[in-house]
């Protein structure tokens, strides 16, 4: 563990069987720690719920935060040592057993943004076209599928949405919004209004393009449609030969 004075703790962490070392801060998740230090590893919703970023703790004092359901991690599993990396903090140095994915995708880094909020409009009942710029830093690179998490007011955790157009390099993101009955996050992000400012981290998600010489099938529905819109928007972006066929079912139909 290294300190400096009244800043936060820092512990190493080890990933067997790569060996490989990283630094988490104090309070900072495992999986968040691996992100930001450009190690892939397995991961899906972030929020202890998917069990895709499982690992088992070798060495080390940790805590597994209480959203980790009973179901993603069972019982067993935590009297023997098993952890989400997304819901675990380190408590001390550690070393965890974990598979390494390999990089058949671009790996983008995670960064910590301020946004302004260009335009809010209510394209149906529920749902809300966003777009933001980004003003600290003035661009992320990122690939379509992928995620951002954005800040809300008065909860400790994020809220996850989908980037509904390609990177460009203008800073200008693109979200839709459902919201949701009683939903704090999402009455916050489609209550916002222009020249608001918000805060988040990304970008997240292994949802890319892998292959663009075959015909494509999209399926989605609802806000679903976001990634979907910048996936096919990144793939006529440049010559594309295939065939590419997307089904959408509207929640009113």
Not at 148 to 157: A, G, H, S, T, V
Not at 213 to 232: E, H, R
Not at 233 to 247: C, D, H, Q
Request: proline residues 5%.
């Amino acid at each position: 563990m290294r300190s400096y004075g009244t800043e936060l703790a820092m512990y190493e962490v080890t990933l067997e069987p790569s060996g490989k070392n990283m630094v988490v801060k104090e309070g900072q998740t495992l999986l968040d720690a691996a992100i930001r230090n450009g190690i892939q590893i397995p991961y899906g919703c972030r929020h202890g719920s998917c069990s895709a970023c499982k690992a088992q703790v070798l060495e080390g004092d940790y805590q597994l935060m209480d959203r980790v359901s009973d179901y993603s991690l069972m019982s067993f599993e935590r009297e023997e040592g098993y952890i989400l990396a997304c819901s675990t903090v380190a408590e001390s140095d550690m070393v965890i057993e974990i598979e390494e994915e390999e990089a058949d995708t671009p790996f983008f880094p995670v960064y910590d943004f301020q946004a302004d909020v260009v335009e809010n409009v209510a394209c149906a009942a529920d749902i809300h076209k966003i777009i933001i710029k980004l003003s600290d830093p003035s661009e992320i690179n990122y690939a379509a599928g992928q995620f951002f998490e954005f800040d809300i007011p008065n909860l400790e955790d994020t809220r996850a949405y989908s980037m509904a157009n390609p990177f460009a390099m203008n800073g200008i993101i693109e979200f839709h919004v459902r919201r949701i009955k009683n939903g704090i996050g999402s009455a916050y992000m489609c209550n916002l209004a222009p020249g608001d400012k918000v805060s988040g981290s990304g970008p997240y998600g292994r949802m890319q393009l892998r292959n663009r010489n075959k015909d494509m099938l999209f399926v989605a529905g609802g806000s679903g449609m976001a990634p979907i819109k910048a996936l096919i928007e990144e793939l006529y972006s440049e010559p594309y030969e295939g065939n590419a066929y997307f089904f959408f079912r509207s929640p009113y139909s």
